[in-house]
């Protein structure tokens, strides 16, 4: 699957298991990305102040939040009509001219 396909799943699920109404609002949908982005930082803040191991269970609860974010991500890109491989391309290209390749 490419990037393209994850959006559509994504897509077609918030549909499914949220309603049209949830799938389509944009703050929605970037307020809650954000929330999982916290979650994820939560889990650094706790790792940096060693109140957790970066042991298995610790990796798994990064890797799960980070899904998460990357699937509201894909509902944006969604609502967005954004061609992710595309856009990557794009913004690689202007990068690499901006900060010049290495």
Not at 34 to 49: Q, S, T, Y
Not at 61 to 82: H, M, N, R, T
Request: charged share 30%; net charge negative.
């Amino acid at each position: 699957m490419d990037l393209k396909d994850y959006v559509e799943h994504v897509v077609s699920d918030t549909h499914d298991w949220f309603g049209d109404e949830m799938a389509s609002d944009l703050t929605y949908n970037a307020i809650a990305m954000a929330g999982e982005a916290g979650e994820f930082l939560n889990l650094v803040k706790k790792i940096m102040r060693g109140d957790l191991e970066i042991d298995q269970h610790t990796l798994n609860q990064l890797a799960d939040e980070s899904i998460d974010v990357f699937i509201y991500l894909c509902a944006l890109w969604g609502l967005l009509k954004v061609d992710p491989d595309a856009s990557y391309e794009e913004k690689r290209e202007y990068n690499a001219q901006r900060f010049g390749t290495t």
